[in-house]
């Protein structure tokens, strides 16, 4: 939604999503918000819980079962497998999601993977599609008069102009951006520490056809999987900036992440967002 500076100002409860790349400070600003006050969502602790939670526990106990120990407890019932995903702790999103590569190094047959990736497709757009009912629930059931959404930093990568219509409607969307020595940043620790990560599937294909001509891999099954997530990274980061920053045009306001990075309390956030509408609507 596009409003005034001083309409946000009035604004009696205030709905904000935030929008950037992993590392940006999303989750570190929302933190930063009273929590008696401002309802946290997260879509990808959603994502988790609602929409990957089953598919994550088959594919724990498809691991587990490869262990003669472990198999032999499961199929007598003597014990039981749960996942524990958190708002800080999405560790069991991130496996399920997997790396292409050598299985016998952890990575996955190409079209398991794909098939990951759309899952993970399917419940990014649901969980986005929740925020609605999150907001009526936050504010009827627990009397929260603010809302704010830490969306998924692949939010942009979804190719749906219903999500974003949807999340405009319901929600000022709030961009953060980048200065390109935090960029750099962002960068050097993907590649000393490699994640996985959503991927559009026109850029997958693209980029994983380039990195196996490059690399003299004739079967992306003999790929490290580190070594494809640590090459793709960069690329996949300058993919994302002009489609944040393209949303952000279209459907809200832009923050650059150094002046984030000095928010100390709510009266901070408030204040930035309401001097970055009045400078971008002029």
């Avoid at 003597?78 to 496996?95: F, G, H, Q, R």
């Avoid at 627990?142 to 999500?163: M, P, R």
Wanted: proline share 4%.
């Amino acid at each position: 939604m596009k409003m005034s500076s001083q309409e946000f100002l009035n604004w009696d409860s205030k709905r904000i999503t935030l929008l950037a790349m992993s590392g940006a400070g999303k989750t570190t600003l929302a933190n930063k918000l009273p929590r008696d006050k401002w309802f946290h969502y997260s879509g990808d602790y959603r994502i988790g819980t609602k929409y990957l939670g089953e598919p994550i526990l088959d594919n724990i106990k498809q691991q587990a079962m490869e262990v003669p120990f472990l198999r032999d407890l499961l199929l007598t019932d003597s014990i039981y497998i749960c996942n524990n995903v958190t708002v800080d702790n999405l560790a069991p999103v991130s496996s399920f999601l997997g790396k292409i590569g050598d299985r016998r190094l952890g990575g996955l047959a190409l079209d398991e993977f794909k098939r990951r990736q759309a899952l993970h497709h399917q419940a990014e757009v649901a969980a986005m599609f929740d925020v609605g009912d999150f907001i009526a629930k936050a504010e009827n059931i627990y009397a929260y008069k603010n809302f704010i959404n830490d969306a998924g930093g692949s939010v942009c990568e979804l190719d749906n102009q219903d999500v974003l219509d949807y999340l405009a409607q319901q929600t000022l969307i709030i961009y953060i951006k980048t200065s390109p020595e935090l960029n750099q940043t962002i960068i050097n620790r993907s590649k000393s520490s490699p994640k996985p990560l959503y991927y559009r599937e026109e850029f997958l294909d693209e980029q994983l056809a380039q990195f196996m001509q490059d690399n003299n891999y004739s079967d992306s099954s003999l790929i490290p999987p580190d070594e494809f997530v640590s090459w793709v990274f960069p690329e996949l980061f300058q993919s994302r900036l002009p489609r944040y920053q393209s949303i952000a045009d279209q459907y809200g306001y832009t923050l650059n992440a150094n002046e984030v990075a000095q928010v100390t309390d709510e009266n901070d956030f408030i204040q930035l967002i309401a001097a970055a509408i009045a400078q971008q609507s002029s």
